[in-house]
């Protein structure tokens, strides 16, 4: 990414006071590194999935990010294309689920392609580890129908709203 872009990032931020930077980190390029996902904190049975699915583990970043989520902090991660970003938030869903099978949770994405290939990726895992169904919302129908006994539900952010409005 440019460099003035990041300064241009800089200026608003100090510009306003009601703008703060929580934690900033810049990480220069390096080999990648793993940790193993026993470290992590993630359910038996996660640790065993990633463990066949990533037989190398998780990236650093992915660790960090998930320890961090499992702790109860606000997290934000930005990284580069195909850097595993859907495991920060994935993993962490699938160990609250492992652990309570009555949480749920709401993924939402702002086109219905991502939440496609999401929801193929997530519905495979979901079967591995044996657990229930994921359910996708092209329109807001679903919300009268299924919001008393959802377990998660995959969405475009243009219906959150409106479909949360026909409930409440």
Same mark, same amino acid.
């Given at each position: 990414?440019?460099?003035?872009?990041?300064?241009?990032?800089?200026?608003?931020?100090?510009?306003?006071?009601?703008?703060?930077?929580?934690?900033? @980190?810049?990480?220069?390029?390096?080999?990648?590194?793993?940790?193993?996902?026993? @470290?992590?904190?993630?359910?038996?049975?996660?640790?065993?999935?990633?463990?066949? @699915?990533?037989?190398?583990?998780?990236?650093?970043?992915?660790?960090?990010?998930?320890?961090?989520?499992?702790?109860?902090?606000?997290?934000?991660?930005?990284?580069?294309?195909?850097?595993?970003?859907?495991?920060?938030?994935?993993?962490?869903?699938?160990?609250?689920?492992?652990?309570?099978?009555?949480?749920?949770?709401?993924?939402?994405?702002?086109?219905?392609?991502?939440?496609?290939?999401?929801?193929?990726?997530?519905?495979?895992?979901?079967?591995?580890?044996?657990?229930?169904?994921?359910?996708?919302?092209?329109?807001?129908?679903?919300?009268?129908?299924?919001?008393?006994?959802?377990?998660?539900?995959?969405?475009?952010?243009?219906?959150?709203?409106?479909?949360?409005?026909?409930?409440?």
């Amino acid at each position: 990414m440019r460099k003035d872009l990041f300064s241009d990032i800089d200026d608003v931020i100090k510009s306003e006071e009601h703008l703060k930077v929580a934690y900033h @980190r810049t990480y220069q390029g390096q080999d990648a590194e793993y940790v193993s996902p026993a @470290r992590v904190g993630l359910h038996p049975l996660l640790v065993s999935y990633v463990n066949l @699915r990533y037989p190398s583990g998780l990236f650093t970043h992915q660790a960090d990010a998930i320890k961090a989520i499992l702790s109860g902090k606000n997290t934000v991660v930005a990284t580069k294309t195909s850097s595993g970003k859907s495991l920060l938030f994935t993993l962490p869903i699938f160990n609250a689920h492992l652990n309570d099978p009555n949480s749920t949770a709401l993924f939402i994405y702002p086109q219905n392609a991502l939440a496609n290939d999401q929801l193929s990726k997530l519905t495979q895992t979901d079967r591995i580890l044996g657990r229930q169904e994921f359910f996708q919302a092209a329109d807001n129908s679903f919300f009268m129908a299924i919001v008393d006994h959802i377990l998660n539900l995959l969405t475009p952010d243009d219906l959150v709203h409106p479909g949360f409005e026909l409930t409440h």
